[in-house]
């Protein structure tokens, strides 16, 4: 994935676009005024006081300021989109992993002749794949978002990632028999805070290119290159759509300290080899 294409992405406009400044003032405007009017929400009184909360490990409390915030969100007004907004925001990190898996869906349904979608069936490229289908994933989890079912209170998050993935499945022609066992389970393993900081890399063409390359030209072992095919790649998935380093190292037989160590030091090869890589210009980060 070109830099240009990156830069250009409907993730990064959306991310750019909801880190302006005038937009975190709105959403500091709308967490002030409902933080009086609720006790659920009364130490989320500003956007930054939301992140350091969905940045934590108490899953509880992610549930019950999702939840209230989706409360908000499912009302026709202004604040209602705010609201929206502010969620979707807060659940940007999931984005790449729900599109990771819809995208190795579509192919698995596709076979070899690629996405397919429409009357016509028409083919399309690996750019156009990726970009069409984040934008899809984003526009579902902005309609999750509004349509929420508010009796669910008990993983808020993980809820909206499995009903954004499946209607993007079905946007593309998936049946979702074919894609259960790929959907994220609300009891996963939860491994990551809400807030952590996303990057927008997954399971895509370019990415296995980098890796075989890597591998090739012997800046990766295939130890390391195993390690971070499975996290992106295999099928077990945890809370922000790829694999955990527990999961990892039940598949591959390590302990998840070990599992931890040998792939940061894998995305610190790869980073140091990526910059090799013709035509490419990935993000990574630990």
């Given at each position: 994935m070109s830099s240009r294409s990156t830069d250009n992405s409907p993730l990064t406009m959306l991310q750019k676009e909801f880190s302006h400044p005038r937009a975190v003032a709105r959403f500091d405007q709308a967490l002030h005024g409902w933080s009086t009017e609720d006790?659920?929400?009364?130490?989320?009184?500003?956007?930054e006081?939301?992140?350091?909360?969905?940045?934590?490990?108490?899953?509880?409390?992610?549930?019950e300021v999702l939840h209230e915030l989706l409360v908000r969100a499912a009302v026709t007004n202004p604040r209602g989109v705010a609201a929206t907004?502010?969620?979707?925001?807060?659940?940007?990190?999931?984005?790449?992993?729900?599109?990771?898996?819809?995208?190795?869906?579509?192919?698995?349904?596709?076979?070899a002749v690629g996405l397919r979608r429409g009357v016509t069936g028409g083919g399309v490229?690996?750019?156009?794949?990726?970009?069409?289908?984040?934008?899809?994933?984003?526009?579902?989890?902005?309609?999750?978002?509004?349509?929420?079912?508010?009796?669910?209170?008990?993983?808020?998050?993980?809820?909206?990632?499995?009903?954004t993935q499946r209607a993007a499945q079905r946007d593309f022609g998936v049946?979702?028999?074919?894609?259960?066992?790929?959907?994220?389970?609300?009891?996963?393993e939860v491994h990551r805070p809400l807030a952590a900081v996303p990057v927008e890399l997954g399971a895509s063409e370019e990415l296995l290119e980098l890796l075989s390359w890597a591998v090739d030209q012997?800046?990766?072992d295939e130890h390391s290159a195993t390690i971070l095919t499975t996290r992106y790649f295999g099928d077990p998935v945890g809370r922000d759509g790829v694999?955990?380093?527990?999961?990892?190292?039940?598949?591959?037989?390590?302990?998840?300290?070990?599992?931890?160590?040998?792939?940061?030091?894998?995305?610190?090869?790869?980073?140091?080899?990526?910059v090799e890589f013709p035509g490419r210009d990935l993000p990574w980060a630990v």
């Open positions: 006790t659920a929400l009364s130490d989320v009184a500003s956007h006081d939301l992140v350091a909360i969905l940045a934590t490990r108490d899953y509880e409390r992610h549930d907004e502010i969620v979707v925001n807060a659940m940007l990190p999931a984005v790449p992993g729900i599109v990771g898996r819809v995208v190795r869906a579509v192919r698995a349904a596709g076979g490229s690996s750019s156009e794949e990726s970009r069409d289908i984040q934008a899809a994933v984003i526009g579902h989890l902005w309609e999750q978002t509004r349509c929420y079912p508010l009796r669910r209170r008990h993983h808020v998050a993980a809820n909206l990632m499995r009903e049946d979702h028999s074919q894609a259960a066992a790929d959907l994220v389970s609300i009891d996963d012997e800046r990766l694999a955990t380093d527990r999961q990892i190292g039940a598949l591959i037989g390590l302990s998840q300290p070990t599992i931890t160590r040998h792939r940061r030091r894998a995305v610190e090869q790869l980073a140091d080899a990526v």
